[in-house]
Structure formats: C-alpha cells, structure tokens
C-alpha cells in the first residue's frame, strides 16, 4: 500500500533538491495506487492507463460522465517551489485568456491546487489536470494552416504570461536555449565524428557571438517546450489547436525562445524550403511583433535549440539505454535541422524568416 499524506500548503519548498530530474527516477506507481490516489484527494473515478513520461508519474483517467483528466505524480527531486510556479502559470494563464487551450488545474477536495504524498519514501507533489482531447501532433500531418494556428496560439500563451512572476521561474534547466554552451560537455556522447563536429562548431560560435546578446532581449516566463509531443490538434483537419501541454520546461528566459523552441521542430518540413518555420513565425510574429534583435537572433536560437536536443538526448540515451527510444525521438530531426541552419542552406532560412516578420 502507497503511504500518503497530505501538505497543506500549496507553496511549500523542498528544503533540498534530491538530484536533478533528469537523472533521477520517479518511484513506481500501480495503475490501483493512482486510482486510489484520485478517489482519495480529488473524489475522481474512472479508468486509469499510464502515460509515457520522461521523469513524473503520469495517469490518464477517463471518468464516467465522459471527462478526462491527467493524474501527476512529479519527480521527487523537482524543487516544490518549481512545481508551484508551473501550476501557478497554468492558473494564471487561465484567468488572463479563459479560450487558451491548456490543461486547467483541479483543486483537491480540500480546495488545494496540488499536494503532496510519499511514494517509497520520497515526497511527490501531486495534481490534477484536465485532458485535452485531440490528435497529438507528432501524429498529425503537417500543413500550413496548422503552422499558422501554432504559432498564432503560442503567442496568444505568450501574452497571458507576460506579467505573471513567480520565484520559482528562476530555474537553472538544462533545457534553456540560454545554456547551449553548457552542452559543450555532453557532446562527445555523440558517436557520429562528423554530426559530433557540426554540432562542436555551431556551439562555439554561439557561446562566442549570440549568448553575450542574450540579456539584451525581453525576457518573461515562457513554457519552453511546445514540441510535436506537447500540443494537439483539431482530429478533424489537423489545423485548430486544441490544447498545449506540460509546463514541465517553464522559466523565465528571452521571449523570443519560446517561438524558437516550437520552430526547431519544423525546420526540415512545409511545402516550400522552410515552409513551415516561415508559416510559423509570421502568424506568431502578426499576435505577438518581434524585436530587430529579436529577429536577427532566431535562427542562431533555433539552431541553439537543436543543439541541445542532440547533446542531451544522446547523453540521456548512454545512460539510460532502456527508455532510448524515447528519449531520442527527436534526434534524426534535430541533426537534419541543425545541418539545414548551419550549412549552406542558412543564409536562405535567415532571409526567409526576416521576411516573415515584415509588416504587412
């Protein structure tokens, strides 16, 4: 039997990280411990599955009157004051534009935003999210219209955040855009000679020309990880977002990485060469104007982005070979990307994007 209990308060802090979240894995979880857990802190039935997850505990519920929720169990070595702010965005962002589709907070029945139990001994806080429904877009077809509502709708999220503030936005993650050259260390788990120089070289001119740019930019909390696996979409048609998802990555970082992480995952498909990173950013572009510097910068961001999902990936990978296939579903992407940005293709995806921000 899973031993919990409760803490009162929503915004307590971890009084010492255990490890960081990537290297530390969440304790295991029964599909009955979770089900016992949603009857016993938010009164929800239902049928319960697991979720793939790359460090939390995560459970779908499907409940009898046909609502869907997400049942999160997060990482015991996520600073709590981290995970109040992710939740605190959510709400947030809820009460700044009640149509942005993102997973609304259920509170507990004691009217909580989240809790805390203990799991074989480790503290997990715990929440309640609704389910969106739709087609996840890794498994959607991409189009131009899709592109268009992607980046209309990130920026849509861009503004709701745009005055929310939080301690906990603070957060040294590896996954920030600003700390590609931190990645330097990781990149010999790349085992290809070649992919490994290419990605060598563009971080190094990175650390040396973009990041002493970085703190001249605006910078706001942003959620940092709207990749293929974090949004979906519209079953019928594949164009209209129906929900963004996991807040995991959220920080407070330079605006302009938001659109650059969401970019690095399109950069080798559309129609057209660069299509839909250039569909992409006018639509975000239009909501939301871009900065000259802003614009100059994006594709070194993008590219930046990349770097970092090969070097963590292939690091993550070496140690943790039994969760690799997962963990590097974006690797062949990312290399094919960062070659197209980086090679003799760049100067077209530069021109290409700093014709996307013109006005109309």
Avoid at 133 to 149: D, I, N
Avoid at 238 to 258: Q, R, S
Avoid at 280 to 288: H, K, W
């Amino acid at each position: 039997m899973m031993h919990q209990t409760l803490n009162t308060s929503s915004d307590a802090t971890a009084a010492t990280a255990p490890a960081d979240v990537l290297t530390t894995p969440a304790p295991p979880i029964s599909i009955d411990e979770a089900a016992e857990t949603a009857l016993r802190h938010f009164g929800v039935t239902g049928t319960v599955r697991g979720l793939t997850s790359e460090r939390d505990r995560n459970f779908h519920i499907a409940a009898p009157d046909g609502q869907g929720y997400v049942l999160k169990f997060t990482n015991p070595a996520e600073p709590q004051l981290v995970t109040s702010f992710q939740t605190g965005a959510m709400l947030h962002v809820a009460a700044r534009d009640a149509t942005l589709p993102v997973p609304r907070v259920v509170p507990t029945l004691e009217g909580e935003a989240q809790t805390t139990v203990q799991v074989e001994g480790c503290g997990m806080v715990l929440r309640l999210l609704t389910y969106l429904e739709g087609t996840p877009l890794h498994a959607a077809p991409a189009s131009p219209g899709q592109m268009r509502a992607l980046g209309t709708t990130l920026a849509r999220l861009d503004l709701a955040l745009a005055d929310f503030d939080h301690p906990g936005s603070q957060r040294d993650l590896l996954w920030d855009i600003t700390r590609v050259p931190n990645i330097a260390e990781r990149l010999h788990y790349v085992e290809d000679a070649s992919r490994r120089r290419m990605v060598e070289h563009f971080v190094a001119r990175f650390t040396d020309e973009v990041a002493p740019r970085l703190p001249t930019l605006r910078h706001q909390v942003i959620h940092n990880d709207l990749n293929p696996h974090n949004a979906v979409v519209d079953p019928v048609g594949h164009e209209a977002v129906t929900g963004i998802i996991d807040f995991g990555d959220a920080l407070k970082a330079p605006l302009a990485n938001d659109l650059a992480t969401a970019l690095a995952y399109h950069v080798t498909s559309g129609e057209t060469p660069f299509g839909s990173i250039v569909a992409m950013t006018r639509a975000y572009n239009a909501v939301l104007p871009l900065t000259l510097e802003e614009v100059e910068l994006l594709p070194d961001l993008v590219a930046g982005r990349l770097a970092l999902t090969i070097g963590i990936t292939a690091w993550r990978a070496a140690e943790y070979p039994e969760n690799s296939a997962y963990i590097l579903r974006n690797a062949e992407r990312a290399f094919a990307g960062l070659d197209r940005l980086t090679g003799a293709e760049a100067a077209t995806a530069t021109r290409l994007i700093h014709l996307a921000c013109q006005e109309e």
